[in-house]
């Protein structure tokens, strides 16, 4: 039986929202992305991705030129 991970990787996260890995890190980096740190790996709660994609669908975009 199969043990459902509550974690997100950086490579699930970048496959998820179609970006690229260092897409990823780059926001992680800045705290835009919410994640954490277990000894030299970093996560990405589940729940808090979702809520965080909730979010960049809400946000009003503004027109750049």
Known sequence: MAIESKFYTIKEVAQLLHVSEMWVRRRMNTGEIPSFKLGRR??????????????????????TR
């Not at 729940?47 to 027109?63: F, L, R, V, Y």
């Open 42 to 63: 970093r996560f990405f709660e589940k729940k808090q991705i979702d809520q965080w994609i909730k979010s960049q669908k809400n946000e009003p975009k503004t027109a």
